[in-house]
């Protein structure tokens, strides 16, 4: 008599995340977004972080803004973006963003996440978005860019990813480009894992990487254990907004139309990604830096002068 087998832990997971999925997607709460912005105000400091070009923006959405993503599981620049956002633009603006579907089998992150406006990545759930006038946050690199390794913390890697390009022709909507730098400094990525992942099977639990950090206080270890982000200046830029509409939804199928804006986006975000790192070399020094009495007495002096600062 054959017993029957025990359910592993990735099969257990797998299940919460189906139960987890079949669940609304939309289910963002104002109040308690409202109720989290002190803390992400918090976070924003301990990064003395930056989110400009608000200025470039439509007053309105729907837009899909494209991000790239860094500094392992923590992904400091994130809530620094949804901090900016909802500073400048008020609360009752959604940003909704799109999140890896297995996050969501997460007990309590799971929660946290819905509360906040993230929704599991999938094309249906985002044209959803953006028809019913939302804007929408996507990170097309997904695991591979947010574990890259160190030597390529300056480099955008979407991976070839193109389906957030067929979401924006389909939903004829602006694309943002939203650059961020100092994220990949929070943490030091040894390796993305490829083929470990690959050898251990992490495709069970839906990931193709299987990194090794160097992160405070672990020393060598595995993302499980994510540590204290390094106290790296964060600069975000958004914009200008990207216009395809001129294509047609139709052009969603059409692998050349899709190509052209592939390479058009990504070859802006890196030459603004180039321009942050020749600007902020250092951004944990330069942080750190900035905390000294030194560095607000130059600070304020220079205001007095009226000298760009």
């Given at each position: ?23 609304d997607p939309?289910q ?11 803390y ?24 899909l803004?494209?991000g ?24 009752a ?6 999140a890896?579907d ?12 819905r509360?906040?406006?993230e ?12 028809r ?18 160190w030597t390529?913390?300056?480099?955008i ?15 004829g909507?602006p ?5 961020a730098?100092?994220?990949?400094h929070?943490?030091?990525?040894i390796?993305?894992?490829?083929e ?8 069970r639990?839906?990931?193709?990487v ?5 992160a ?5 270890s ?5 540590g ?7 600069n975000?830029?958004l ?8 294509y ?6 059409d692998?050349?139309i ?17 321009r942050?790192?020749r ?26 002068d009226?000298e760009?600062?």
């Amino acid at each position: 008599m054959n017993a029957k087998s025990k359910p592993s832990f990735a099969d257990r997971m797998n299940e919460r995340v189906e139960e987890a999925l079949a669940e609304d997607p939309f289910q963002r709460d104002e109040a308690f977004i409202e109720s989290l912005m002190p803390y992400l105000e918090l976070w924003s400091r301990y990064f003395d972080a930056e989110v400009t070009g608000f200025e470039t923006l439509p007053e309105s959405g729907p837009m899909l803004l494209v991000g790239n993503h860094s500094g392992g599981t923590i992904v400091p620049d994130t809530p620094v973006t949804l901090h900016g956002w909802y500073r400048e633009r008020g609360i009752a603006d959604p940003l909704l963003g799109l999140a890896f579907d297995g996050s969501f089998g997460v007990p309590g992150y799971e929660t946290l996440m819905r509360k906040l406006g993230e929704i599991p990545a999938s094309h249906d759930n985002a044209l959803k978005a953006l028809r019913a006038g939302n804007s929408v946050l996507v990170y097309p690199g997904g695991a591979k860019e947010c574990y890259r390794p160190w030597t390529e913390r300056n480099c955008i890697e979407f991976a070839g990813h193109r389906g957030f390009v067929r979401l924006a022709l389909r939903a004829g909507v602006p694309v943002v480009p939203v650059v961020a730098h100092g994220g990949h400094h929070t943490t030091f990525v040894i390796s993305r894992g490829d083929e470990l992942a690959k050898q251990i099977g992490m495709d069970r639990f839906r990931l193709s990487v299987a990194p090794i950090v160097f992160a405070v206080p672990w020393g060598v270890s595995i993302p499980v254990l994510p540590g204290v982000p390094l106290p790296a200046k964060i600069n975000v830029e958004l914009g200008p907004p990207l216009d395809w509409s001129e294509y047609g939804p139709e052009a969603a199928d059409d692998q050349e139309i899709v190509d052209r804006c592939y390479e058009e986006i990504t070859t802006k975000m890196q030459l603004t990604l180039d321009r942050l790192a020749r600007a902020y070399p250092y951004p944990v020094a330069q942080r750190l830096l900035s905390l000294l009495p030194f560095s607000k007495r130059r600070s304020d002096r220079n205001d007095e002068d009226g000298e760009d600062v």
